[in-house]
C-alpha cells in the first residue's frame, strides 16, 4: 500500500546552485518524502533512463516507490513502482496492458469528466490540480482552487482511487490546502504532490521534514481553525454556558482585533470592539501583515470598500492568519453587486480558510450561487430563503467553517448544528454599518475563544465547539444591547440609538445575556 502523504514531483532545473540532484533527493527521502515521481520532460531517452535507475535504487534503500511520469518504456526499464500518465499521454488501459499486473497508474484531473473517465479506466490514483498557480509547469487548464477540489473528491466516493493535490503547494498554503480541499460528503486527500518546495530548497530534508509534520499535525486534529466545532451535540443551556464563558474571557484578556474592514464604518467598529472589552487595530498594509499575523488574537475581513491596497492587505493578512492559527472573520459586503467583488470573494477563499462568514441573505445566497435571493447593493430583497435552516448548515459544510446568516431572525451552523436567535430590534437596521458592526463583534469573541481552546489545549483538554459559540455568543450581545438601548427614554430614532448601543455593549453583563436569550438549536 503507498503512502501518498508526501508525493515528490522531481524538477532538475529547480536545483539551486550548487546542489546535485541525487544528493537533494536522498534528503528528501530523509526528511519525510512517501512516495517520488521522476518528471523528465526534456531528457533524452538515455539520459532519462540513466536518472531514473540511479534513483531507484536510492529510493530502494530507504524503501520508497518510485513512479515515472509519461514513459511506460522507462518504468518498465527500471521496474518502477508505476506511471503517471497526463490526458493526452498514453491511455491507462494501454499503459495497463504494457505494465506488471501489480503496477500503479495515476492521471492527472483538472475537472469532474477527468475523474469520472480515471474512474472508468481504472486509474489507482488521480492527481487534481492545478489547486494553486505554479510556476514549475505551464498550465493549458485552469486553477481550480482549493474550494474546487471538493466537487471531484466527491466524485470518487465509493471507490478505491486515491487522490492527491498538486500545483503551486508550499508549507504557507499546505493546511489551507488540507483543511479546505473535502468533498461535502467528506471525502479528504490521500496526499499532496509537491515540487518547488522541496527542488529548490538548499536544505531538502528539513522542507521534507517541514511538510510532513504539517501534514501529521493536520491529521491529528491541529487545523489552521483552532476551536473550531467538530460536530458535538448542544443544548440551550451548553450554548449559553459556552457564551458567557467566551464573554467573560473578552472582559479578562483584552484580546487584539486586526480589522480590515468597511471604510464607512471604521470608527463604529473600534467603537464597538472597545465597548465588548477588546482592542482592535485598523490596518491594511500588505507589508505588516506577518507582524499583525503573529500579535493579533484574530481577523476581520470586511470587503464593504474594496481597493487595490486593502485587497493585496486581505490576501496576506488571511495567509498570515492561517500559519498563526488565528480565527478569520469573512464578511462578503455587497458581493452580488458586481463580478469584480464575486471574483475577488473567489479568490480571497481560495487563499485563505476563513473560520467564520458572515452575511445577510443576499450576499450567501451569491456566495453559494443560489437566486433564492437577490441584492440591491448590500441589502437584500425578498422575502428571503424558503429553508434557512438547512441553507446555512449545507453551506458550512461546503465552506469548512461557521456561516452567519443575519437577519430579522439569525441563523448559525457549524455544519451539524443550527442556532436560531430571536433577539434585536428594528432600529440596528436603521443604522449605518450594523452588519460590519456585527463582524467586528465576531471578531472579538473569536479571539476570545481562540485563547480559551489554547488555554485548555495547554492542560491537555479537548475543546470543541468555540468558534461556533463565539459566533452565537457575539449576535447574541449586539442584539440583546440592542433591545436594551431601545428602551432608553433617550433613544428617540437612529441618531441618539447608536451611541446607546455602545453604553449597551460596554455595560451588558453575563445575567443580563442568559435572562434575555432567545436561542433554539437544531
Not at 53 to 73: F, H, T
Request: proline residues 3%.
Amino acid at each position: 500500500m503507498i503512502d501518498y502523504s508526501l508525493y515528490l514531483v522531481t524538477g532538475r532545473e529547480l536545483l539551486p546552485p550548487g546542489k546535485e540532484y541525487f544528493e537533494s533527493l536522498e534528503q528528501s527521502l530523509q526528511g519525510g518524502v512517501s512516495v517520488v515521481q521522476i518528471r523528465e520532460k526534456k531528457t533524452d531517452t538515455t539520459k532519462f533512463l540513466d536518472i531514473a535507475l540511479k534513483s531507484k535504487a536510492i529510493c530502494d534503500r530507504y524503501g520508497i516507490p518510485l513512479i515515472i511520469n509519461d514513459r511506460v518504456d522507462i518504468a518498465l526499464a527500471v521496474e518502477a513502482a508505476g506511471v503517471h500518465v497526463g490526458q493526452s499521454d498514453m491511455p491507462i488501459a494501454m499503459a495497463r496492458k504494457l505494465l506488471p499486473e501489480n503496477a500503479i497508474i495515476g492521471v492527472s484531473c483538472n475537472n469532474v469528466q477527468e475523474i469520472e473517465q480515471a474512474k472508468q479506466d481504472g486509474a489507482d490514483y488521480v492527481g487534481i490540480g492545478a489547486v494553486w498557480s505554479t510556476a514549475t509547469k505551464d498550465l493549458d487548464k485552469p486553477v481550480i482552487g482549493v474550494r474546487g477540489v471538493g466537487k471531484m473528491l466527491e466524485r470518487l466516493d465509493g471507490t478505491s482511487i486515491k487522490a492527491v493535490a498538486i500545483g503551486g503547494i508550499k508549507s504557507r498554503n499546505l493546511l489551507r490546502t488540507l483543511h479546505g480541499s473535502v468533498s461535502p460528503t467528506n471525502h479528504s486527500l490521500d496526499g499532496v504532490a509537491v515540487v518547488s518546495e522541496i527542488v529548490a530548497s538548499t536544505h531538502p530534508r528539513e522542507t521534507a521534514a517541514k511538510l510532513r509534520e504539517l501534514i501529521y499535525a493536520f491529521r491529528r486534529g491541529s487545523s489552521i481553525l483552532k476551536g473550531l466545532s467538530v460536530h458535538s451535540e448542544y443544548s440551550v443551556e451548553t450554548v449559553i454556558d459556552g457564551v458567557v464563558d467566551i464573554f467573560e474571557a473578552i472582559r479578562k484578556h483584552n484580546p487584539l482585533v486586526h480589522q480590515i474592514t468597511n471604510n464607512v464604518v471604521v470608527a463604529q467598529s473600534a467603537n464597538a470592539t472597545i465597548a465588548l472589552g477588546a482592542s482592535p487595530i485598523m490596518a491594511t498594509t500588505a507589508q505588516e501583515m506577518e507582524d499583525l499575523g503573529r500579535v493579533s488574537g484574530s481577523l476581520l475581513v470586511n470587503i464593504g470598500t474594496l481597493v487595490p491596497t486593502s485587497y493585496d492587505g486581505m490576501m496576506e493578512a488571511g495567509t498570515f492568519a492561517n500559519a498563526q492559527k488565528k480565527p478569520i472573520v469573512f464578511d462578503p459586503v455587497g458581493i452580488g453587486a458586481s463580478e469584480f467583488r464575486k471574483n475577488a470573494v473567489s479568490q480571497l477563499l481560495n487563499t485563505w480558510q476563513a473560520s467564520v462568514i458572515k452575511g445577510n441573505a443576499a450576499e450567501l445566497a451569491t456566495l453559494a450561487g443560489s437566486n433564492e435571493v437577490q441584492a440591491k447593493g448590500v441589502d437584500s430583497t425578498g422575502s428571503g430563503f424558503k429553508d434557512p435552516v438547512s441553507f446555512v448548515r449545507n453551506l458550512s459544510c461546503r465552506e469548512r467553517c461557521v456561516v452567519v446568516l443575519s437577519g430579522e431572525t439569525d441563523y448559525i451552523s457549524d455544519g451539524s448544528s443550527v442556532a436560531v436567535l430571536n433577539n434585536g430590534h428594528a432600529l440596528l437596521g436603521r443604522i449605518t454599518g450594523s452588519g460590519c458592526i456585527a463582524g467586528s463583534c465576531i471578531a472579538s469573541y473569536c479571539a476570545a475563544a481562540a485563547i480559551l481552546a489554547g488555554s485548555m489545549e495547554d492542560k491537555g483538554k479537548l475543546v470543541v465547539g468555540d468558534i461556533f459559540l463565539a459566533a452565537i455568543g457575539m449576535i447574541l450581545a449586539l442584539t440583546i444591547s440592542a433591545e436594551v438601548a431601545a428602551m432608553r427614554e433617550d433613544v428617540k430614532g437612529p441618531g441618539t440609538f447608536f451611541p446607546a448601543l455602545i453604553d449597551e455593549l460596554s455595560s451588558l453583563s453575563s445575567p443580563t445575556i442568559r435572562e434575555r436569550a432567545r436561542v433554539h438549536i437544531l
